[in-house]
């Protein structure tokens, strides 16, 4: 038996340096958990690098280890996170234990994350013990299935955690807060539509005007008096809020807005399909705002369920994801999948938004992944990380993680830098024509095909076929400009 001591020396070497913030923090910061004056309470911070992080971000934090900060205190705070602990204890009774301590010090949201199975392949050596493992330096290491973590935090703090990353949870104190976020996930950007023409009355407001149609822009409805702070002044100007945007409307492209109209119905569509996997909640539980956005969009939510019900089951019937892919306007296709960038997600039609948001929802965010791989021929979906897509006009593929839609099966693969890479050929089919580098891109596919350096595709997909096809042309690639090799200045 080993004693107190010892378990909270191993468990402390467990702490790794980090030069960089960890995964789960990278999410806090991703998804806007931390706005201006939020604090964060790091519960098990090991040697407080992500501490460190966060306070040359002038974001308030603190924190509390067993081993490195035992005297500080353990307090409450809106975002406690809980990075990396529970993995680290052998006792299945005191990892709940430490699990609910954590919780019961987050007033909004509480950040859990452990170590997940596909992690277990890069252990060397290592012994089976209780649980999980014993490595080679003598520590244990409960890996989890992605889904096994969400039960086994589900069924510990009787609450729904929603996925952030693979091996990162978030677990809200509020339902409504929880629903918010899950349904802004599926909440494109954009900004509200230019002005088109000049308007007397619009110019002589356009200050009072802004809030409006910065709602509008976002929510895709008029608001209601509560929701706007300038709303009695709209009023008092124009007698309505109506009345306000229809001078809006006068002084843009009112098209334009039906756009927004109808994105926000796609995004409001998507949220309502997806929820059904975790029990979508009733009407009277959702945020007032997403209560309106409802009424708004499909009249009554037995309509919108129903409407949303439908194309989540379509998702099942022979051809619909392929159909569908072969009709995208965005994206490569290629005889088996439809790769799209991230940027373009929210672009696709409303079919493959929700067969991606079917892996999104069960994985979270893919750390690196910026090419996403939507499958033709069998329920998958692939995230594939090119980190030098923007600069590099053949990337290279570093890493890919597979997810299979039927069984939740989790693939990772790493490529060696060493090795011959798959690259990416065409970079602007991926994007959208608004991503900045899409001319840039456009024009270098123009002047590769003029060379012919495209005709034999069997060759061009590794990194060496690409060079040796250039070699062969005499050409040579600096950033994205083909150059003439008998013209290189070494």
Known sequence: ???????LENRARTAIGRAEPSRPLKCILADGLLPSGTHLFDYGCGRGDDLRHLSMLGIDASGWDPVHRPEAERRRAPVVNISYVVNVIENPAERQETLRKAWALAEQVLVVSARLTLEARSLRE???????????????????????????????????????APGVFYVFRNEEARTQFIAS????????????????????????????????????????????????????????????????????????????TDERHQDLLIYLALAQF????????????LQRDVKAFFGNYKK??????????????PDVVETACQLSKLGKLTPNALYVHESALTALSPILRLYEGCARGYLG?????????????????????????????HPALASALTVQLQTFRVKTRKYDPDRNRPILHRKELFVAEDYPQF????????????????????????????????????????????????????
């Open 1 to 7: 038996m080993r004693s107190a001591n010892e378990h």
């Open 126 to 164: 290592s012994t089976g013990h209780e649980d999980g493992l014993l490595t080679s330096r003598g520590t244990f290491q409960k890996f989890f299935e992605q889904q096994e973590l969400r039960h086994w935090i589900d069924q510990t703090l009787q609450a729904s955690a929603v996925p952030a």
């Open 185 to 260: 996930r599926y909440r494109r950007r954009t900004a509200a539509p230019r002005l088109s023409r000049s308007a007397e009355l619009f110019t002589k407001h356009e200050e009072q005007l802004a809030p409006l149609m910065a709602f509008v822009g976002e929510r895709g409805r008029l608001p209601f008096e509560d929701e706007l702070p300038n709303a009695a002044q709209l009023i008092d100007i124009f007698g309505s809020i109506r009345k306000a945007f229809r001078v809006v409307l006068y002084a843009t492209e009112s098209a334009d807005w039906d756009v927004v």
């Open 278 to 289: 975790e029990g979508r909640p009733p009407f009277g539980r959702l945020p007032l705002v």
């Open 304 to 317: 919108a369920c129903a409407e949303a019900d439908e194309v989540l089951f379509s998702l099942g019937q």
């Open 365 to 393: 965010r893919i750390e690196g992944a910026n090419i996403i791989k939507l499958h033709r021929g069998e329920p998958k979906i692939s995230y594939l990380s090119y980190p030098d897509f923007a600069d590099d006009p």
């Open 439 to 490: 001319a840039k891109f456009a024009r270098l596919t123009r002047i590769e095909e003029s060379k012919g350096l495209f005709e034999d595709t069997s060759r061009i997909g590794l990194e060496q076929g690409w060079q040796d096809v250039l070699s062969e042309k005499g050409l040579y690639l600096k950033g994205h400009r083909l150059l003439s090799a008998g013209n290189r200045v070494e």
